[in-house]
């Protein structure tokens, strides 16, 4: 069965421009979480999703970061404008329920210069 | 506020060795705990989990971890590692209502020697 997907797997943009990350959950998940680590910081939430609806965007940095989740199979993570200290590996993991193991993707690499 | 403290960030150890890795939570409930696995390069893998029930839980590769409630404690154990253990290993908690928030420790890095 085929994972939590995400693209692209490494991204390098230039400081001030949109930077879109996309995840696809597992089949059948209804619970899509995403997470940035850094060396500093480590594994951190970001915002979680339950039935295609956002339940806790606490831990997005700043404004100039959004997610939307528009159906059961698809998500994005925007970051407009991007700033180097935005450098950092975003992950999506998806669970079935809240209370459900998450289960992580690949990772999408982003470095902002 | 609910955190997880990983003691060692750094362990080194030669094959055949036996690894406990330690992790303390602080959290005002019952909760889940978790082991996930990061091989260089890779992403985040579940090692093993618990819910409830027996305190002593076994996961892939040999892994397996201990809940002590009494000291807020669920430390993971291997009796013999190998090459291929060298990794990051990160312990996360997350309270059992239906809240979906998983915490992480700050990750442990086990290198293996050959």
């Known amino acids: 069965d085929a994972g939590v997907i995400q693209s692209p797997r490494h991204e390098v943009t230039e400081m001030g421009q949109e930077v879109t990350l996309r995840c696809k959950p597992i089949?059948?998940?209804?619970?899509l979480f995403w997470y940035r680590q850094t060396m500093m910081r480590g594994l951190e939430l970001l915002i979680y999703?339950?039935?295609?609806?956002?339940?806790?965007d606490s831990g997005m940095p700043e404004d100039r970061f959004s997610a939307k989740m528009p159906n059961a199979s698809f998500s994005t993570l925007k970051i407009q404008p991007s700033e180097p200290r935005d450098s950092a590996v975003y992950f999506c993991?998806?669970?079935?329920?809240?209370?459900?193991?998450?289960?992580f993707g690949p990772g999408t690499r982003l470095t902002v210069l | 506020a609910q955190s997880v403290s990983q003691h060692n960030h750094h362990v080194i150890l030669s094959e055949a060795a036996s690894l406990e890795l330690g992790c303390n939570y602080s959290?005002?409930?019952?909760?889940?705990l978790f082991w996930y696995v990061q091989y260089p390069g890779q992403h985040l893998q579940l090692l093993l989990k618990?819910?409830?029930?027996?305190?002593l839980v076994k996961g892939i590769k040999g892994f397996e971890a201990e809940f002590i409630k009494s000291k807020f404690s669920f430390n993971l154990r291997k009796p013999s590692v190998q090459w291929s253990d060298t990794a990051e290993y990160f312990c996360?908690?997350?309270?059992?209502?239906?809240?979906?928030?998983?915490?992480f420790g700050q990750g442990t890095t086990l290198q293996v020697k050959p």
């Open positions: 993991a998806s669970s079935s329920g809240l209370a459900g193991t998450q289960y």
């Open positions: 089949s059948g998940h209804n619970s």
């Open positions: 999703f339950n039935n295609n609806v956002p339940i806790d």
């Open positions: 959290y005002g409930g019952t909760v889940n």
């Open positions: 618990y819910f409830s029930g027996d305190p």
């Open positions: 996360a908690v997350r309270g059992s209502g239906n809240t979906g928030k998983l915490i």
